[in-house]
Every structure is written in C-alpha cells, then in structure tokens.
C-alpha cells in the first residue's frame, strides 16, 4: 500500500496549531520496516553531460581547473571595468541579510512566556541568549536548539517562545557590497593575481559554473542563471591570432569545425581596444552560424589594478547555447528546467513501469498463496461451475490455511473469459489483451506485436490481492475470508494502480485506459485450529 498523505487536513491543522500538527506529523510516517528498493531510474541532465565533455577537452588541452568564487565585492566590478562599472552593476544580483534585532522581555511578555513554559524561571539566561544571538555568537539555524538546550525546554516550546516577539518577523533585508557574480572574468582577476605567484607562467586555466544576472525579463531566451565554461591564459608573450586559434581547437573538440571570431564594434571595459569578437559556431543542420561565446585580451588597464604586468587572453562559452544548438531546442527554459517548462513525456516502457500492484502479500509465504492461485486457476480455467480446487494448504502466521479457488455459480468456468488478459501498453495506451483469440482486430493485433507487456494477468493481480487479504485475516484470528472479483472496468477493479504522473499523461494526451472483461472468480481461505 501506498503512504499517501491527506494535504488538506495537513495544512488546515498546520493553519490552526502549527506546533502541534508539525509533532503529530513525525507519527505520519514508517520508522520500521523494509518497504523500498532504489530503482534503475538513471537519468542525467544533458547540460550536466556537457559540462563533463567541456571540462575534459580543457584538461586535454593542457587547462587546470579552478574553483572561482560566486560571491564578488561590488569593487571588483568597478575595478575591471572602471566608468562602465555602474551600467554593469543594474544587472547585477546584490546580497541582503537581516539586521538582529535588540530583543527586551518585559513582566508582560514573561507573562506570556509563562503561559508556553508555565514554570519558567530563566529571565536571565533567556536574556542572555538574545543578548549572544545579537552578537552573531548563535547561529540563527541553531537558536532554537540553543534556547531548547540552556532553558530545558521541549523544541516546540522554544519554537513558541520565539513566536511571542515581534522583532523577528519585523525584520527586513540590508542591502550589502556582495553580489552574485554576473560574468566569471568578474573572479579571474582575483585569482590571478594570486596564481602569478605561485605558479611559473604560462597560466592555462580554467572554471565551469553559473552566473547570474537580473534579467529584465524572463522568456526562452533569458534565464536568472546560466553556466559558463571560461579559460583564461596568462602568458609572458602571446598574440590575438594565438588565443583565436586555440578557440577554435576547443570547439573543434566539441564537434564545431567551422567556427568563426567576429571582433565586436564596441567592447567591454574589461577587454582590451579591438580585441574582443563574438565566437560563433555553425549549426550542423541548418548551416547558420550561431554565437556561443565571447573572447579577448583583458585591458591592461584592468590587471593594472590586481598587479598583473602580462597579457591575459579569456574565452567564455555559453553551455546553454551550445547546447541548444545540439539538441534543437528552442526554448532556454525548457532545456534546463524540463520539470517546470516541458512537455511531460512517457515512453511505453515508463508507462508500463508506472503500473503496479495496489495490494500485495508481504510474506514468503502469501507470494507463494498467490503463486499457487495463479497456477491453480491456469490449470483448471476452463472447468464447469460450480466448482472449487484446492491450490494451497500450509502455515501462515502461526496458523494452518487451505485456500481454494472456487466458482459457486452454475452453468459457467472456474475463471471468466478475460481472467488471463495481460496489460500492455501501445502507443500511449493501456490495454488488456486476452491471450489468444481476436485475430481479426487489428488494434489488438499491434498491441501483442508491437506493444509493450507488462507481464502482469489480471488474474495475476488479483491473486496477489487474495493473498495479501489472507494474510491479513491470520493475523485477525478470522476463521474464513472471500475475496471475490468480477467484470473488471478499470485497473483498480484487478487490483492494479497507475502512478498519477503517468495518469496525468495519458488523460492529457487524450490516451484511453482499456482494462476490462469478466474475470468472475472466487478465493477461499479457511484457517484450520
């Protein structure tokens, strides 16, 4: 069975007692037992896969990588590129953080702390406790473990506590100098003015990670964050025609042989006079040559202001956009965030995966019942009713069982006609298919052909429910149990259930769920004392 949580309830007690519901919500869930299984679902994100082919062309190619800060002072922007600095910085992401409040407890709000802690007596440690939050001596993620600890009271009490002062939901954000970085070349200066210290020239290095810009708006073409692969070369001689050269080596690498350096009209403060171009690649399908990255000489006014005295060429590679050349996508925000943006698609195989079992026995012993249902009801499918046949007698939870399939009703067969239908899917669509016969149909003829089977019969299905309804009658100490199934219309009338993501689809996608045809049998289990 499926542990399936009822959202309403949830966030309507949560609404009226927050502290309360989140307790009782640690009951919700299975401490004990073995219920899970990690499954073959590998799947990896294709701008990940990327990454992983880029960062192996640079190491190839002789590159070390670095790890470059995220977090840049408002200064380096200023200092790389002077006047422009300012134009530059309205893109940019600034940092906040909340100022702690100075936090005072008067008799009333003792009072009050009172009413949560009833024999609260610790003014003073409490104060004290503030006072070092203020501070920044307490993390603020761990105040209420602090409070709890100090003050000997229960965590939700101390969540309570807090709840009493209004000081910590007036807070608001300060801005700060920090920002997220909006190009890489915004951390290369820094570590190289390092790394021409440490290391004998040339400098051949490179990162991979995101960016970030505050984008006016936000469409299939601009994205918050997006990855850039940069490499920047420091060397104590080495010409335009160099860099553009060994540009074109890492695309070659990437599959991109024709590639072309167009110098840009106007160029960024951080680069040097006549020195930046626009890389673009040309599309393997339609022959368009699309722009991918940027490249230059940083200004040597620029590393006049990290101490930097020799030419240092950069490459920047937009993944996204490589990418999106690769795959044909069209859409930035479809191919990094397909779970917010793209069209939901099930292969057969994903959809015959999402079809399981509602109930199922959970012994050694109900999955050998249900075996022997199966097997029992294969063997005398097709004899006259009303009649019965034992397929299993044995222990089951400290008990002695015979389990019977039986057909009471006359002038038919122990398993109706669709009983050992077994569930494909085809194109999108669940169908049970009998085993033999309706040769004539072509729908049914391409689902046994080209469809895909599930392996699962509905007597199969509603075996493994019989089974896990009899294990549960041991353990009540019944003395019999019937479990009964009819003309099935739906999966859940044989005991089966389709994931909602997969339901989702097919309903969606105006694809039908054809699982019906009498099954007409009976199990009985009777338990010997």
Not at 342 to 354: C, N, P, Q, R, Y
């Amino acid at each position: 069975m499926s542990l399936k949580f009822d959202l309403r309830e949830i966030r309507s007690k949560a609404e009226s007692d927050y502290e309360r519901t989140w307790l009782e919500s640690g009951e919700l869930l299975e401490k004990k037992g073995r219920f899970f299984a990690l499954q073959q679902k590998a799947k990896p994100h294709p701008l990940q896969e990327l990454i992983i082919e880029v960062r192996r062309v640079f190491l190839e190619l002789g590159f070390t990588e670095v790890v470059l800060p995220i977090i840049v002072d408002k200064r380096e922007v200023q200092a790389q590129y002077g006047p422009e600095a300012a134009v530059i910085l309205d893109r940019v992401f600034f940092l906040a953080g909340l100022e702690r409040p100075d936090i005072g407890i008067g008799r009333k709000k003792l009072q009050e702390i009172k009413k949560i802690v009833p024999d609260f007596d610790d003014l003073k440690k409490l104060q004290g406790i503030f006072r070092r939050y203020k501070k920044g001596e307490i993390e603020a993620d761990s105040l209420v473990e602090v409070m709890a600890q100090e003050l000997g009271i229960r965590e939700e009490q101390a969540t309570a506590v807090l709840s009493l002062f209004p000081e910590f939901k007036k807070l608001r954000p300060v801005p700060m100098d920090l920002t997220l970085r909006s190009h890489t070349t915004a951390a290369w200066f820094g570590a190289l003015r390092e790394l021409q210290h440490r290391e004998p020239l040339p400098l051949q290095l490179f990162s991979i990670g995101p960016k970030f810009r505050r984008e006016q708006r936000l469409d299939e073409s601009h994205l918050y964050e997006s990855w850039t692969a940069s490499m920047v070369i420091m060397a104590e001689r080495m010409s335009l025609e160099d860099g553009e050269e060994i540009t074109k080596q890492v695309f070659s690498r990437l599959g991109f042989d024709e590639v072309k350096l167009v110098r840009k009209k106007t160029t960024s403060k951080y680069y040097a006079p006549q020195t930046e171009s626009e890389v673009f690649v040309r599309h393997p399908k339609t022959g368009e040559y699309l722009e991918v990255g940027d490249a230059g000489f940083y200004s040597p006014v620029a590393l006049s202001n990290y101490d930097i005295a020799y030419p240092v060429f950069n490459l920047g590679i937009g993944l996204e956009r490589l990418l999106m050349i690769r795959t044909g996508e069209t859409d930035i925000r479809r191919l990094v965030f397909p779970y917010l943006y793209g069209t939901v698609k099930f292969s057969d195989e994903e959809l015959a995966a999402a079809i399981k079992l509602q109930r199922e026995p959970s012994t050694e012993a109900g999955k050998r019942i249900a075996e022997a249902i199966v097997r029992t009801a294969r063997e005398h499918a097709d004899e006259p009713s009303p009649c019965e046949f034992k397929a299993y007698e044995g222990e089951l939870a400290g008990r002695r069982v015979v389990v019977k399939v039986v057909e009471p009703e006359n002038s038919t067969k122990l398993i109706g006609p669709a009983g050992f239908n077994e569930i494909y899917v085809y194109d999108g669509n669940v169908v049970g298919v009998p085993p033999k016969g309706w040769e004539d149909n072509s729908f049914l003829n391409a689902v046994r052909s080209r469809g895909r089977a599930t392996g699962i019969s509905y007597l199969a299905a509603f075996a493994a429910l019989a089974a896990a309804e009899i294990e549960q009658a041991a353990q009540r100490g019944e003395k019999e149990v019937k479990i009964r199934v009819r003309a099935a219309k739906s999966l859940a009338d044989v005991n089966l259930r389709l994931d909602e993501a997969a339901q989702r689809y097919i309903t969606s996608n105006n694809k039908k769920i054809d699982v019906r045809g009498p099954v007409f049998t009976t199990v009985v289990a009777e338990f010997k004392t």
